[in-house]
């Protein structure tokens, strides 16, 4: 922690400002310069407010050295971490390949699609029965319905299923029935349901909330990590700026600078981010050839009247081709695909 | 709803998106002109994916007409609305002076700031006792005690209590002994949460997400409303911008926006906003010139030893001063103090 | 300038970077802690690409301190300036209240509006000559004609111009015939433009950029006043932010920001900054009780038929009751009006 | 355009809107619904203030509806552009490869660094001789002097030259010296500078401002093509977003979009866009793999000791590892590097 003075203070000021320090138990140097001095402090700054400093009339303002993060920091895990979702790899060179529609709409509906995306190479399924939507009139999904679905497509098919989760309520039904268990933009920093996740055992998909800082991302993760937790695999879905053509912002930036940050696995999801489905193959090939560990994709069979998202799903045919230029991209980047 | 055809479309195109329109129970109306075509689509759209229209190759886009709310909607409901909370009227002319700490520390704490503030002119005491922290190793807030404390400091001195809750776990507690239960920033999309307050009585104080549309913020109100609770007053606490120097942006021009589009009190929360106590006077001046219901100010008797929040706290005095001067300007545009 | 240095610093790193910042004639003061190092640099780094130092292995970040700003900086001039706009003051408890169309369209039009606006209260006539046009299609001004124009009704009402210059070409023009010029939001950054004002003896009105930082905005009126004007006066027209309903979102925390980084007038302009008229009134009022040292606001005797933005503007009428209000606000704030 | 018309409209407001429509020239079409009326325009409404009839009291709010640009327009010229940059081709499959430093500091610098990048597999070089610097006190680059060197290291190398032009002054220098005449993000919409394009027969490579719509990058397209040139490049390199960790967010999704809109071909220079040198190669790759026409890249010797923008230059020996990677994912992409 970094506390620089105004210009022109008075040594009493300084000294005012170096017994507080002391007071918190820090260390305090004082370096003093031509316009402008600031007190270097040393110690566990974890627990202190840091801008109460800056209540000084005598601070001009005070600067964080230390991350507040332990768990997820890649200082102390070197090594990529892997994730193993239900005998699925991600990470440290494993490709997640997650594909299946927004919403569970039938056992038809999901059954098709999954053994489509199957035969693609997708190695899990995902399906929203509980669905996060803006109005409170629209399709809130099929609920407990929606995960007895997943689960018998599961047993037809093999593939480990993703799912949302958005209340501590069904947390022991995810537990059993949802091999991945995802956390919603919406709920990134829902933290009374981030704590509960210490709690299970099952891996977590943490997606970036629409205006998340790189680093609240990473201390919502370090929260589930902390809560018991570390499983954690983190889903890039756009950002909210300033454009409105399209839904949201990919930030294919997060991809090395996460994985600076943290040892987690990074994906994308870019049916989300642009909202449209034309966007979608560009963008997925632009995300492997970034160093991505995989990618989260909308696929329906009848994009035009699915219950909701239809606008950014790709079908089974489109999503066929895609995966095979992510193969052949992923190995010029060096990734099992 | 809209479509609009791509340039130069074909009958053949008109005629499919016009049999689509009409098996949704939709009237079709279709405008022929220069470059493009469009088809006006009247009807009830509420439940239905409009996105999906956009699948067509022929479509170029599809645009909303309809307001997706209707019991937070000013057009249903033309005059104000007001919220008794406990006896404290808000709205219609009457202003919420809501003041205290960020978080409940002690009685002796809490006593001191609500006895200030209330002989300075405050109606309603606010306090944190479930803190919302970006980090797990953060002070977390007192919690059920913190309740009692606030409980006891209201018994002393009468003032109605605001605070926040973060999860339905402790809905029934709050029902019993906060006055008006406040949803935080990050809790604004929580559908789970806002949901189940629907099931108590209590007036509900919504926060705007950092990055709420006006239009996500009322969506927020109407999930409110639409499970049974209809006493929702709105608070601005700032929006995230790619301005650093204030740690939020307050955007003031959501006092016209939402009393045109809802019957809702807005209130300003200028302490979160700027993040730096000597900005909350001009704010809270500024706010209620424009317009606002009222405003919710961090008061704490010593600050820089406040356990979150300190630098953006006013001091018992400033807020004396400061509600001078609000009762002055509210005389200007007519409210009642 | 601080180098931080990354966890686990070896001593040769320490000496490496103590070298280079030697090298560059500045003072190195090494501090030791617990789990990182730094080292304050003392002397003049604003020169200095910090950033360079970030190339090092061994760095983690580097943080700038010193501020980049001196002639606009209040530090070096602790006193409100006061601009004389041929005649009228700006700042220091005066303000500027400037009204008119957005664009000059004939004689008639300004006539009416000036001497409406007059009568009112204003102290100074807006007006557009050249517009800024987003569409290379749209009505791009009057240009040279424009300028008669305004200047025929200085001549008949007295009021001083306030009009946009776009390029160096007009810089001579603009001096003999424009009271306050005016740099507009898309070329804050202009920098080749900026660099010219310091040739003629017009104060200047600068516009804030539509995402420029705080920090920017004061660079570039310290380009302005380091190339020989320092007559600037600051004017926030709102910022870009992801919320669409609003033409822009007027950042009101400008004021007392700005006011504490500089010690130029800050006014506002809420008529591009919301791009409806109903947003101007409670805005306007807001800038004022916030501390604004001005308004400028569009009126137009007919805006349904405005060659531009006629949808921001106010009548006359609205205009004449609002500075009413803006009176009593500013007593209350104790600006002279 | 359309006119929405506010809930329950009479009928005699809904004949006044249509006789203003009509009177403007246009045909209007009146779909009356349930719970709202809309008015369709057809006609020419490029030069119609849309937000004129907004002011109408019974209108709700208008929808524009036809694209404002025609010359840019990929509907109005199917097929991809190919901008020949002194035999260099841009677009069309043919990938452009520029590099170079930063600013042209000294001839050795310039010709070491462009030697090595030829080698590597550029086919034109960066440099720039003016520069656009937030701070009056930085270093503004060699100037005129700075072509020179670019011109005698091009007479060297055969390299084509890209260089940055910030002032309608320079225009004839630079027509005759630079090959490829770059216009900044900060001058996107110097309206000015870009009408005076059409003057001169050289290509532009437009960079898109900090925060540009798709919509308006196209637009200042449209500006440079409306002169008289319509040799246009895009080029995008970051955006201003709520992140501060990197410099700018690259929004990789203006590939796609762009070259739907229009038919121009469409670059990406990440140097500028993370503002870190380990952002490059990542998004140099992510860049192709989505499609792009090619890379700006910022290479530099001695990055260290570079006068700007050195902490997100590559050494020579990165670049070339990093062109070899490109041209085995343009191979799969199937453009020709």
């Known amino acids: 922690m970094i506390i620089v ?20 138990g820090l260390e305090a140097h004082v370096v003093q310069g031509q316009e402008l001095t600031i007190i270097g402090c040393i110690g566990d700054t974890s627990r202190i407010d840091l801008k109460q400093f800056e209540l000084d009339l005598s601070v001009d303002r005070v600067m964080h050295v230390q991350e507040p993060y332990k768990l997820a920091n890649r200082a102390f895990h070197p090594e990529d971490s892997c994730i193993d979702v239900s005998g699925v790899k991600v990470g440290r060179g494993h490709l997640a390949l997650i594909a299946g529609p927004c919403s569970v709409e039938s056992t038809e509906q999901v059954l ?13 399924l995902r399906g929203g029965a509980f669905k996060p939507r803006t109005s409170p009139y629209a399709f809130q999904g099929m609920g407990v319905d929606g995960l007895k679905i997943l689960s018998e497509v599961k047993a037809e098919t093999g593939l480990p299923i993703v799912s949302e989760l958005m209340s501590p309520e069904y947390l022991d039904l995810f537990n059993e029935k949802v091999d991945l268990i ?3 933009a919406r709920n990134m920093q829902n933290f009374d349901l981030l704590k509960h996740l210490g709690d299970i055992n099952r891996p977590i998909l943490l997606k970036r909330g629409l205006n998340a800082t790189y680093e609240e991302w990473v201390m919502s993760a370090e929260y589930i990590m902390a809560s ?17 053509y399209t839904r949201n912002t990919l930030d294919l930036q997060c991809i090395p600078v996460m994985k600076k940050l943290t040892h987690l696995p990074v994906i ?15 963008m997925a090939k632009a995300s492997i050839a970034a160093g991505a560990d995989g990618l989260m994709i909308e696929v329906h069979n009848d994009p ?22 992510i193969v052949e991209i992923a190995h010029v980047i060096e990734k099992k695909a």
């Open 228 to 244: 018991g937790n570390e499983n954690v695999i983190l889903c890039e879905r756009g950002i909210r700026t300033f454009e409105s």
């Open 5 to 24: 003075m105004k210009p022109r203070s008075k040594q009493e000021d300084i000294k005012r400002l170096t017994d507080k320090v002391l007071e918190k």
């Open 268 to 282: 994308i999801d870019p049916s989300h981010a642009g909202g449209k489905w034309w966007l979608v193959e560009p």
């Open 304 to 325: 035009s009247n699915a219950l909701c998202d239809g606008a950014q799903s790709l079908k089974p045919d489109k999503y066929d081709e895609l995966l095979k230029n």
């Open 112 to 124: 098709e699609i999954a053994q489509a995306v199957k035969a693609s190479g997708a190695n899990m």
């Open 182 to 184: 995802q956390i919603g």
